[in-house]
């Protein structure tokens, strides 16, 4: 069964880190770029990071440029999203997802929440 499935959500106060973790089963992620949204309560879904099939190239959302880092473990099948400094505008449902050969994101996480208090 091909999945992705996502960890590390919770409640933290202003100021505070996580550590998302996304693990693949059914397929390798070592040759796919990875991707890392959010949907926050009554938004649409938002890109905030990705990260190329070998580590080397990222991109990141302006707003969360310098406090997060999109990391992976191919060897562990997993993607991760550091974040640091976090706000309460990051406040949001994290979902992982794998990007095809197409360059469209077509699977998906089941995501984890994030909630950051003041």
């Known amino acids: 069964q091909v999945q992705l499935v996502e960890s590390g959500g919770g409640l933290v106060q202003a100021g505070g880190s996580l550590r998302l973790s996304c693990t693949a089963s059914?397929?390798?992620?070592?040759?796919?770029?990875m991707g890392w949204f959010r949907q926050a309560p009554g938004k649409g879904r938002e890109f905030v990071a990705q990260l190329s099939p070998g580590g080397v190239s990222t991109d990141y959302v302006r707003s969360v440029k310098g406090r997060f880092t999109i990391s992976r473990d191919n060897t562990k099948n997993t993607v991760y999203l550091q974040m640091n400094s976090l706000k309460p505008e990051d406040t949001a449902v994290y979902y992982c997802?794998?990007?095809?050969?197409?360059?469209?994101?077509?699977?998906w996480g089941q995501g984890t929440q994030v909630t950051v208090s003041s």
């Open positions: 059914g397929y390798t992620i070592s040759t796919y770029t």
């Open positions: 997802a794998k990007r095809n050969y197409v360059g469209q994101y077509d699977d």
